[in-house]
């Protein structure tokens, strides 16, 4: 174990080995005097007060211990709210980046994923976060957020895509129909309801007794309800766009969806947005770690001792 010795004549630190404790030294800066105590593990680190020039100065000598060591670990491995609170705003704002360019551009762009990792690790260390713990919840949150985008993406170009289907003319059309619909009788036949359906063609077949049973099923159960909705609400057209499109937005799974088509560009962006999250917190603790030794080296000069 070294002892970390600070001058009190000139300031300068200077380290020495535990056997020289209890002897006297000279500083080798400028020749001043002191004593080197004796360790006692049992002893509290001694308090720092000022010394002649006004500047902190330890009152005795603190031992470069365990502890100290474990302290040095932790700056370079610094994991706090604050950095992970940054690094998952930068996440949620790229996720929403990410949705607001499809929308504007219609095309999903790749290469967001490896800017939300940028961002991400960025983030992190403006808020003083590095080390490995933190990296690893960096590259958790950029995959997070690299998902929730093409999720957020994906939604609003579907959405965007089915508006554009719905149109005017449908919407006049399925108002017609309802018209129509809400003029039978209130308890239908089978046949009844078959030559609604091909006479509003909705279905393709050539002749109403052609109309299969499941498929009279499922104009009872699904389209027979809308119609009578719509009768009774007499939506506008927007309101009637929206409704329809929010429907069949319902039906849809977001997630499962974006990983069906996943392909191997989304992979290669992904990896290298994660990769760059773990890079840049990761390299931060490392050049600390550097920075820190190098200090410790140009500080430790050999000291003098005298029995």
């Known amino acids: 174990?070294?002892?970390?010795?600070?001058?009190?004549?000139?300031?300068?630190?200077?380290?020495?080995?535990?056997?020289?404790?209890?002897?006297?030294g000279k500083c080798p800066e400028c020749e001043a005097p002191f004593e080197i105590p004796a360790i006692n593990a049992d002893e509290p680190d001694p308090p720092i007060v000022p010394n002649s020039d006004g500047?902190?100065?330890?009152?005795?000598?603190?031992?470069?211990?365990?502890h100290s060591r474990?302290?040095?670990?932790?700056?370079?491995?610094?994991?706090?709210?604050?950095a992970v609170g940054a690094a998952g705003g930068a996440a949620i704002v790229g996720a929403i980046a990410w949705a607001v360019i499809a929308v504007v551009t219609d095309y999903?762009?790749?290469?967001?994923?490896?800017?939300?990792?940028?961002?991400?690790g960025f983030a992190a260390l403006a808020a003083g976060g590095r080390g490995q713990t933190m990296a690893l919840v960096c590259a958790v949150l950029a995959l997070l957020s690299i998902f929730c985008g093409k999720c957020l993406s994906m939604h609003f170009l579907i959405n965007k895509e089915l508006k554009s289907e719905f149109t005017l003319s449908m919407y006049e059309e399925s108002k017609t129909d309802a018209q129509d619909f809400?003029?039978?009788?209130?308890?239908?036949?089978?046949?009844?309801?078959?030559?609604?359906?091909?006479?509003?063609?909705?279905?393709?077949?050539?002749?109403?007794?052609?109309?299969?049973?499941?498929?009279?099923?499922?104009?009872?159960?699904?389209v027979i309800p809308r119609l009578r909705s719509f009768n009774l609400e007499n939506p506008g057209f927007e309101e009637w766009q929206n409704g329809t499109v929010k429907n069949l937005m319902g039906s849809v799974s977001l997630p499962s969806l974006v990983i069906e088509n996943i392909d191997g560009i989304d992979l290669l962006f992904?990896?290298?947005?994660?990769?760059?999250?773990?890079?840049?917190?990761?390299?931060?603790?490392?050049?600390?770690?550097?920075?820190?030794?190098?200090?410790?080296?140009?500080?430790?000069?050999p000291v003098r001792s005298r029995s």
């Open 270 to 301: 992904a990896a290298l947005g994660i990769l760059t999250a773990l890079g840049f917190v990761i390299r931060e603790g490392e050049n600390r770690d550097r920075e820190t030794r190098r200090s410790t080296r140009r500080q430790r000069r």
């Open 182 to 222: 809400a003029a039978l009788p209130e308890i239908l036949s089978d046949e009844a309801i078959r030559t609604f359906m091909f006479d509003h063609a909705y279905t393709v077949e050539e002749v109403s007794d052609d109309i299969a049973d499941e498929d009279l099923e499922i104009f009872r159960t699904a």
């Open 108 to 120: 999903e762009i790749g290469f967001m994923a490896w800017g939300i990792g940028a961002a991400v």
């Open 70 to 82: 474990e302290q040095q670990n932790a700056a370079s491995n610094n994991y706090s709210l604050l």
């Open 1 to 24: 174990m070294e002892l970390e010795i600070r001058c009190d004549n000139c300031g300068h630190t200077v380290f020495t080995g535990e056997k020289n404790a209890g002897r006297s």
């Open 55 to 66: 500047e902190p100065a330890p009152a005795a000598i603190r031992s470069r211990s365990r």
